[in-house]
């Protein structure tokens, strides 16, 4: 069936760093991709998504970028603050009804 | 959270009790769903509903029913609630012509 891997974590960085948050994917289809992410105490919000080969979803300052040579979304910044201080889960729907499979989440600790 | 609404936001229940969640959304959302959310484990779906009358079973149903008597409502019941189900649900729906999921803000349950 169909799964998500991301990178364990805490990731902690200082402000200003480069984050990369790695996630692999196993589907049978083609399946649209996703990062989402929880501020603490709150629900999900969408952060970017792909639906295809080669698609860069952007948003915020991230990117990720749709590799299905290597079945990977990695997620990537150029200089994170401290706000961007959650956790981030990396998604995928493939299934009819745009049902979602999820990563276990991976938490970003920024400090100043 | 795209005007998905969940009550309440925290409960206490003892074994074997039983109660419902509820989830609303007034934009005419066909697609709902919800989840749960362990630590360290991502969300699982526990049901979807494609539209009002209908619904099917998602990764994690057993202790749950669900309900879509309206486009407006998706309610959770627990009928015998057990300490397993201590978690954070979230309700989620996806508006027309999109295919991502917005979430709302959650209900932490503890099963005592």
């Known amino acids: 069936g169909d799964s998500v891997t991301q990178m364990e974590g805490p990731v902690t960085l200082s402000e200003e760093a480069f984050l990369t948050i790695n996630c692999t994917y196993t589907?049978?289809?083609?399946?649209?991709l996703f990062w989402y992410v929880q501020y603490p105490g709150e629900g999900l919000q969408l952060l970017l998504k792909?639906?295809?080969?080669?698609d860069k979803g952007s948003n915020k300052g991230f990117e990720a970028t749709y590799r299905k040579e290597t079945t990977s979304f990695h997620l990537e910044k150029g200089s994170v603050q401290v706000s961007d201080s959650a956790v981030y889960f990396c998604?995928?729907?493939?299934?009819?009804?745009?049902?979602?499979?999820f990563g276990k989440g991976t938490m970003l600790l920024v400090s100043p | 959270n795209a005007g998905v609404t969940q009550t309440p936001k925290f409960r206490i229940l003892k074994i074997g009790q039983s109660m419902t969640l509820q989830c609303t959304q007034d934009?005419?959302?066909?697609?709902m769903y919800w989840y749960r959310q362990d630590p360290g484990m991502g969300l699982k779906l526990i049901y979807y509903?494609?539209?009002?009358?209908?619904?099917d079973k998602g990764e994690v149903p057993n202790g749950y029913n669900v309900s879509r008597s309206t486009t407006e409502d998706f309610p959770l019941r627990l009928e015998l609630a057990a300490p397993s189900q201590t978690s954070v649900y979230f309700c989620?729906?996806?508006?027309?012509?999109?295919?991502?999921?917005?979430f709302g803000p959650g209900t932490r349950l503890t099963v005592l």
């Open positions: 934009m005419n959302h066909n697609y």
């Open positions: 589907a049978t289809g083609y399946p649209s």
């Open positions: 998604a995928l729907s493939d299934r009819g009804y745009s049902t979602l499979t």
């Open positions: 792909a639906t295809k080969a080669d």
């Open positions: 509903s494609v539209g009002a009358g209908i619904t």
């Open positions: 989620a729906s996806i508006p027309p012509g999109r295919n991502e999921q917005f």
